[in-house]
């Protein structure tokens, strides 16, 4: 990216106009810096000249805002707020009040990654983290192997036929802080959020294709016209013959979601015949036995996937949830009431915890403390 490209990008986030592909490409640019260290001079100029011209552009389309209840804050508005200085990177706030409770860098609380177990059939467990780029096991006549990027993929040998054991099941499990991504057998791929799991066959039968889900991941199905793919994720079964679709089924939330983007599919309930056939932009909902059908933006439900917290409306429990899962911590409440307080914002989930807890704060409403791995809440 060239100085004159960067400054472009920071202007359209802080304006709110920028588009997915801008923000993601802001915090490519971002999340490759942090890890190489190495400022473009060249390309990008003086750091502290091109801070300053970063920060007055920011400035132009930030506006100040009195009394605020909701925090909505536009992704790159955590890129918007990026300041360049002394060749280093990192995330402040405008205020025209500095807060002295101020959340201090939590440099002992990591972001998630892509860390995830893998058990074969026979039980062994490969931790996917630690495991080379490469062949990581074969089973069935299929080699499982590992991409420089982190992607486990699943291959048929193309000279071996395939041993038809249908007891031949592998689990991959993400843990609190942790994201994979996974092609399965038939060439369809899964992104699993943090704190999920996914079980599926190494070979998937002549006649289906079934997985089953725990927590949250994102499909993209291959077509088949022949065999359907079925997930089965908490309380309701998603039936779909090739499309694009995102399934929240969390043990410890209250709704299991299917959110659909591409394709159609069909949700069944476990409980009872009802069911529902979903056009894309649609989201079937199961609280308790009961399935509702609402119109999303599915942006926001696949927010996780691209990399965002997006947060609309949203009861602050919810929101803790996924920062517990995604960061490794634990949180706790000392005034139940706030647990129904609604706040909207969107963010990278690659900062750090205490950028987003300071966001969350200027409303005002919540107080945020950080005791170890442990976050506490209060209306103090």
């Known amino acids: 990216m060239t100085r004159e490209e960067l400054l472009q990008l920071t202007e359209k986030i802080s304006s709110a106009k920028a588009t997915t592909a801008e923000i993601a490409l802001y915090n490519q640019w971002y999340n490759q810096y942090q890890e190489d260290q190495k400022w473009e001079i060249n390309t990008m100029g003086d750091p502290n000249e091109l801070e300053v011209l ?28 990026l300041i360049i200085f002394g060749g280093g990177l990192y995330f402040t706030r405008f205020s025209d009040n500095q807060d002295p409770d101020h959340i201090p860098y939590a440099a002992h609380i990591q972001t998630g990654g892509n860390k995830a177990i893998l058990t074969l059939s026979n039980g062994k467990k490969i931790m996917l983290d630690d495991a080379g780029a490469g062949e990581v096991a074969k089973e069935s006549g299929i080699t499982i ?62 006649t289906e294709r079934s997985v089953k889900l725990s927590g949250e991941g994102y499909f993209e199905v291959a077509k088949d016209k022949i065999k359907p793919f079925r997930v089965q994720g908490g309380n309701q079964q998603v039936e779909v013959l090739g499309t694009h679709f995102n399934i929240s089924s969390y043990a410890d ?128």
């Open 253 to 380: 939330e209250p709704q299991t979601k299917t959110t659909l983007l591409e394709g159609s599919v069909r949700v069944n309930s476990d409980f009872t015949e009802t069911h529902a056939i979903l056009k894309p932009g649609e989201q079937a909902a199961f609280i308790g036995k009961q399935l509702l059908v609402y119109h999303v933006n599915t942006e926001e439900a696949v927010a996780w996937k691209n990399g965002y917290f997006n947060f609309n409306d949203e009861p602050l429990e919810g929101i803790m949830l996924k920062v517990a899962r995604w960061y490794n911590v634990t949180v706790s409440f000392e005034d139940n009431e706030l647990r129904r307080e609604k706040y909207g914002a969107v963010t990278t989930r690659f900062d750090n915890v205490s950028a987003l807890l300071n966001k969350l704060q200027q409303t005002g409403t919540a107080r945020f403390k950080i005791d170890g791995k442990r976050i506490i809440i209060t209306n103090k």
């Open 54 to 81: 970063m920060l007055e552009r920011i400035r132009s389309e930030i506006r100040p805002v009195k009394k605020i209840r909701k925090l909505y804050t536009r992704i790159a508005a955590a890129a918007a707020i």
């Open 145 to 206: 192997s590992k991409s420089a990027n982190g992607q486990i993929t699943y291959t048929a040998a193309k000279t071996t036929a395939l041993q038809t054991d249908k007891t031949a099941f592998n689990t991959i499990e993400t843990p609190m802080g942790g994201q994979y991504r996974i092609l399965l057998p038939d060439g369809t791929s899964v992104w699993l959020n943090a704190a999920s799991s996914l079980t599926f066959p190494v070979i998937f039968s002549n």
